[in-house]
């Protein structure tokens, strides 16, 4: 069974930093690309920033200049850097991966999500 855990979310205020880490764990054979998304209420879930394996990075324009995506590929650990953040910013951030499980199969995964609240 694979898992995505999401940590670092929080309160903080406008201006401010988080860091986001989510770790992968279970029955992973190897992972491709990573990726952060977040959804605020009573929107749809919108794209956030993703980093393939070999550590090509894409952003949403929104967070670009803003927002750091990092993996450490030893550790299953995905990480998004936050500065700067905006009250718009606040949402629930969810990691999303594209891996290959041990039975062979490629499958699209998500974490629970961690609140980010910025406050104004």
């Known amino acids: 069974q694979v898992q995505l855990v999401e940590s670092g979310g929080g309160l903080v205020q406008a201006g401010g930093s988080l860091r986001l880490s989510c770790v992968a764990s279970?029955?992973?054979?190897?992972?491709?690309?990573m990726g952060w998304y977040r959804q605020a209420p009573g929107k749809q879930r919108e794209f956030v920033a993703r980093?393939?394996?070999?550590?090509?990075?894409n952003f949403a324009d929104s967070v670009k200049g803003r927002f750091t995506i990092s993996r450490d590929n030893t550790r299953k650990t995905l990480y998004l850097q936050m500065n700067s953040l905006k009250p718009e910013d606040t949402a629930v951030y969810f990691c999303?991966?594209?891996?290959?499980?041990?039975?062979?199969?490629?499958?699209?995964?998500w974490g629970q999500g961690t609140q980010v609240t910025v406050s104004s």
């Open positions: 999303n991966a594209d891996l290959l499980d041990y039975n062979a199969n490629y499958g699209d995964y």
């Open positions: 279970g029955s992973i054979l190897s992972i491709n690309a």
């Open positions: 980093i393939s394996n070999g550590g090509s990075t």
